[in-house]
């Protein structure tokens, strides 16, 4: 999705982070992904084996998808009826609900909005996810996976916080995807 509601798809027979790199080379904006390891080739930065065009390659900045860290806790939530999967619904959905009560504000105010309200919220839930974390990283089921995003995208999720044109989710890309 790009400026305005345009969307862009360009086909490719496999889902590689080649193909990821070719298309969206010398791209310096935000890019929102569902945390797929195809896209992960455009934000890292450069390794000692990067050499010329690849060092100087400008780098994207990755924004994560709230969606996707929401249905991990959903999820969980349906198949084990943890509190913990409970309670991270609840403050995810906070932070839906507050952001949506500002989408018809124009960026600067949505952006405004956001620093002052919704930061405390993300890294209350931040700091919780990171404390709930502790309690099942040793646990093999969708709880674990669920905090275990939450905690690996913190920083792809907050950067919704930079600029008010940013949703919190892909949700609509993936929908014309479909």
Known sequence: IADQDH???E????????FVKQMLHGYRGYVQADANSVYDAL????GPRDFGEERERPRPSEVG??????RGFWEAAT????????????????IFELDASWKK???????????AHLRPHMEAFFAWA?????????????LR??????????EPLMRVLEDGRLPLENNRSERGLR
């Open 105 to 115: 504000k124009p960026p600067k105010e949505i952006q405004r909005l956001r620093n």
């Open 130 to 142: 990171a404390a709930q974390y502790e309690v099942v990283r040793d646990r093999r089921c969708p």
């Open 145 to 154: 996976s669920a905090v275990g995003y939450a905690v690996r995208q913190r």
């Open 11 to 18: 086909y490719t027979a496999k889902h590689t982070s080649a």
């Open 65 to 70: 998808c709230w969606s996707h860290c929401r």
């Open 79 to 94: 198949t084990t009826k943890d509190p913990i999967a409970l309670e991270g619904l609840v403050r995810i959905g906070k």
């Open 7 to 9: 969307i862009i798809f």
């Open 43 to 46: 934000f890292r930065p450069p």
